[in-house]
């Protein structure tokens, strides 16, 4: 039987075909980052005050000054306040004025906003202010909630169903929901359909990258995941000006579903994954995209080569248990977990706290999305260089250490703090490109699907826990800081604990990937194999 890494060199390894899959593919993570900005640019405590204008069924021609100092109460420090009013009366106005009001209550109306950074955010439409202040990070939470059921959901789906369905579901999923959410008349529904938006993404995204790695060769495979994040950076740094030009979160999530309509057009047509076909048996309709990406790459495919795709002799249908079966791959699984999940709580806890970092939020967002730009690219170059383990260890470490630095930076001053958070992002997101390369090249065709999903899925609980984490800086601001670097930099350490991956093919069966870790590399760099434990 032929080695799907020979077919590959001789159709081509990153040829044509595999160009326009992967952009058709990573195109969609450019809108990805868009699906925050609805909760993100909040303005979180806006200028408020009760709405009162019952008082003006008493007197129409009462001033502003007049109806507040008649309806609210006043603070300790003598300014109105913003989440209490007189109980209404059925008095005329001489009345009111000459005994006053005391009865307070909370606000029954609505609230009155000023002085606000955005035309509408869903803290002004939804009134997320006062008692119901705790919303906004019940939304963070639940979105975050939403990408972890997908990333779980949709990642051992694609192993029974396809690459091609598991893309083209979550997909349309995340479109219909962007669109709803746009449209949402109270915070239930909002919540609801920001689960729906978060699951079709988490979905999309870990079977958009390995349907595209499962056709490049091994020269460029590591970029089927940097070109998906690539995307994501770009749309980082738009963000920052779309929200800045255009402040109406209603308006900004029906432009973010303006590129998803196209996707949702064109992803009907994207190719299944050929050496998925092949491990399901469906050997024939493997041979027919074969000679389709031989064809746009403009290659021949000899007839021997095709007569000798035959049959795989067994299909796995054991799923996940294939891993703890074997002590090697049990401990690369744990590991990158441990990674993946560390990477995402330390970006997310910088991420959603971005506001507190002293600088303006449109100049801070523009920063952390620039940054990762630089670090993708260097990523594609440096992984097929250095290799996978080198840079794996290296930038958990640095982007551990960024981390703790910022304990090191006296409150007060925002550019030191914020450069630093930049520095951190920088590194971290060049770190979970690399776990996800390495989740992808550790793990068999058989469950590499599976695997790269339970290793989102570890990320987005790490995207999860971070607003809570960053919750206990009420307590102390350096505990989420400590918390988050410290995993960090273990996570880096357990680094050298991994085999080099690069220039090897991709495995088929646990035993290929047990014996890949036992090979050197033809193109390694930096530290010796770890034996095994």
């Not at 039987?1 to 040829?15: H, P, V, Y």
């Not at 779309?242 to 998803?260: F, G």
């Not at 389709?292 to 790459?297: F, P, R």
């Not at 699984?333 to 441990?338: A, D, E, P, S």
């Amino acid at each position: 039987m032929a080695d799907f890494g020979e077919i590959l060199r001789n159709i081509g390894e990153f040829g044509l075909f595999q160009k326009i899959t992967l952009i058709a593919l990573c195109f969609p993570n450019f809108a990805q980052p868009f699906i925050l900005a609805s909760f993100l640019f909040i303005q979180s405590d806006p200028e408020r005050h009760c709405n009162t204008d019952w008082i003006l069924r008493a007197d129409p021609n009462l001033t502003t000054d007049e109806q507040l100092n008649l309806t609210l109460p006043r603070e300790e420090d003598g300014t109105f306040s913003r989440c209490r009013m007189f109980v209404p009366v059925d008095w005329n106005i001489s009345a009111i004025r000459e005994y006053g009001l005391n009865d307070t209550t909370g606000c029954q109306k609505g609230w009155v906003y000023s002085n606000t950074m955005y035309e509408a955010t869903i803290v002004t439409d939804f009134d997320l202010v006062c008692d119901r202040a705790n919303l906004v990070e019940v939304i963070q939470a639940v979105l975050m909630a939403g990408i972890l059921v997908g990333s779980l959901i949709f990642g051992p789906f694609a192993e029974s169903f396809g690459r091609k369905r598991a893309t083209q579901i979550p997909e349309v999923i995340m479109f219909v929901f962007t669109v709803t959410t746009a449209l949402c008349p109270n915070v239930y529904l909002y919540l609801a359909s920001q689960f729906m938006v978060g699951f079709g993404a988490g979905g999309f995204r870990v079977n958009c990258i390995i349907l595209a790695t499962e056709w490049i060769g091994v020269s460029k495979r590591s970029w089927g995941a940097c070109v998906a994040q690539l995307f994501g950076a770009i749309g980082q740094c738009l963000l920052a000006g779309m929200i800045y030009v255009i402040r109406d979160w209603r308006l900004a999530q029906l432009i973010t579903a303006a590129p998803l309509t196209v996707v949702v057009i064109y992803i009907w047509f994207i190719p299944e994954s050929a050496r998925w076909l092949l491990n399901r048996g469906r050997t024939e309709e493997a041979k027919q995209l074969i000679v389709k990406a031989a064809a746009i790459n403009k290659r021949t495919i000899p007839d021997s080569l095709l007569e000798k795709i035959a049959l795989k002799e067994a299909v796995n249908k054991e799923g996940i248990k294939v891993i703890f079966r074997s002590r090697l791959l049990t401990r690369y699984f744990f590991i990158i977990v441990l990674a993946w999940f560390s990477v995402n709580l330390a970006i997310y806890c910088l991420y959603l706290n971005m506001e507190n970092l002293g600088l303006s939020i449109f100049m801070t967002q523009l920063m952390f999305g620039a940054i990762e730009i630089p670090a993708y690219l260097l990523c594609m170059w440096l992984l097929e260089i250095f290799g996978r383990r080198v840079l794996f260890i290296s930038t958990l470490i640095s982007g551990g250490l960024s981390c703790i630095f910022i304990l090191t930076v006296p409150q007060g001053y925002a550019i030191a703090v914020t450069s630093l958070a930049v520095a951190a992002r920088f590194f971290l997101v060049w770190a979970g490109s690399i776990c996800s390369v390495f989740m992808q090249e550790l793990f068999p065709t058989s469950i590499r699907q599976t695997a790269t999903a339970l290793g989102a899925v570890s990320g987005r609980l790490g995207g999860l826990l971070a607003p809570l984490l960053n919750i206990l800086a009420m307590y102390s601001w350096v505990i989420p800081a400590t918390v988050f670097g410290s995993l960090t930099l273990v996570s880096g350490s357990l680094g050298f604990l991994l085999p080099e991956t690069s220039r090897k093919e991709l495995p088929d069966s646990t035993e290929e990937a047990e014996n890949n870790s036992n090979v050197t590399s033809t193109n390694t760099a930096g530290f010796p194999e770890s034996a095994e434990l």
